[in-house]
């Protein structure tokens, strides 16, 4: 389906599924992709006119995101650079020593990266292994003590980690909460959104009005949160491995 703004255009994905009901939803992704999705009983023509009708947010958005794209640079993996842990920014100190241990320490706001032999491929390969370590120690941690709040959980529900190319987190059918690792990057509070995003999912299976009012009374402050980590994407997790190239822009 093709969006016109202006002189521009683009052409968008359709998706219509049962678990959308009302207005439609659109999804800005930062490689400039948009994904519509639509109630099932939706006819081709409302779809449209309903897209078109918001032109001006798709293309505002997906122009943003394409600039973001350009100044994501790649890391490099060497002293000075920065990399994000909890929302901060860190300078990356490599250390190349023989005598102490390898390594990666926190310390007052950088990254120290200590290994026998420091080429890129090796600080690389130690600096994810640590960020994988705090993510699984953190996001543990944190799922527990979120999911320990809710009424509807009588026991914590099984969360497991793994890398996603399209979400930061989901809920499967049979409960399973998946959390993406790249989140021990951003802030706190947007990790907390994504568990509690995902923790209501279990009570509501759709992004329905009654999700969103669930979602509101957990957490009032989401959409603050979630317009924070969209902006954050490409800026702060772009360019680690692997490309995590999903922004949930979401209209």
Known sequence: MIVRYGDQEVSCLVRQTAAVTGRIRIHVYPNGDVEIEAPSDKETGQ????????????????????????IALPREYVSGETHFYLGRRHKLIVNESSVQPSEVKLLRGKLVVTLPVAD????????????GARAEEYLSDKFSEISGRLNWIEARPPLKLMRMRTQWGSCSPD???????????????????????????????????????????????????????????????AGHEPAFDRTVLHQ
Not at 48 to 57: D, P, V, Y
């Open 120 to 131: 890129r491929a090796a600080v690389r390969r130690r600096l994810n292994a640590w960020y």
């Open 47 to 70: 779809i449209r006119a309903a897209a078109q009708r918001r032109a001006r947010w798709i293309f505002q958005h997906r122009n943003a995101a394409i600039a973001a794209q350009r």
């Open 175 to 237: 409960g399973v909460i998946y959390l993406n690792p790249a989140l021990i990057r951003a802030p706190r509070h947007c990790i907390e959104y994504v568990i509690f995003h995902e923790l209501c999912h279990l009570v509501e299976h759709n992004h329905s009005k009654r999700f969103f009012g669930l979602l509101t009374k957990q957490m009032p402050t989401w959409e603050g949160a979630k317009r924070e980590l969209d902006s954050l994407a490409e800026l702060v997790l």
